[in-house]
């Protein structure tokens, strides 16, 4: 019933520049913290950002300063600009949304995945 997708990964050289999105559809009365994680290849899946329904929002300390995070709840997406890519951030990118449903007074839904890759 509820579907989170993850969009825009891809392949970028250093110093450049992408921005992934995540849309969230299904039956939703109300969208909570919503935020970024990534995985990398025989590493844990660590926190990137993260988004409060006030628009609060809390970096990795290797992220910050490169990477911004939004949120457009008409839509109920969630952005993650990222600038300055280095190599170290190559991983899946999975979109996280603490979602109020039908089903769930709150929970945590996941998306899929993209992959974003930065070498050159």
């Known amino acids: 019933q509820v579907q989170v997708v993850e969009s825009g990964g891809g392949l970028v050289q250093p110093g450049g520049s992408l921005r992934l999105s995540c849309s969230v559809s299904g039956n939703i009365l109300r969208v909570n913290a919503m935020g970024w994680y990534r995985q990398a290849p025989g590493k844990q899946r660590e926190l990137v950002a993260v988004i409060t329904n006030g628009d609060s929002t809390n970096y990795a300390g290797s992220v910050k300063g490169r990477f911004t995070i939004s949120r457009d709840n008409a839509k109920n997406a969630v952005y993650l600009q990222m600038n300055s890519l280095k190599p170290e951030d190559t991983a899946v990118y999975y979109c996280?949304?603490?979602?109020?449903?039908?089903?769930?007074?709150?929970?945590?839904?996941w998306g899929q995945g993209t992959q974003v890759t930065v070498s050159s």
């Open positions: 996280n949304a603490d979602l109020h449903t039908l089903e769930r007074f709150s929970g945590d839904y």
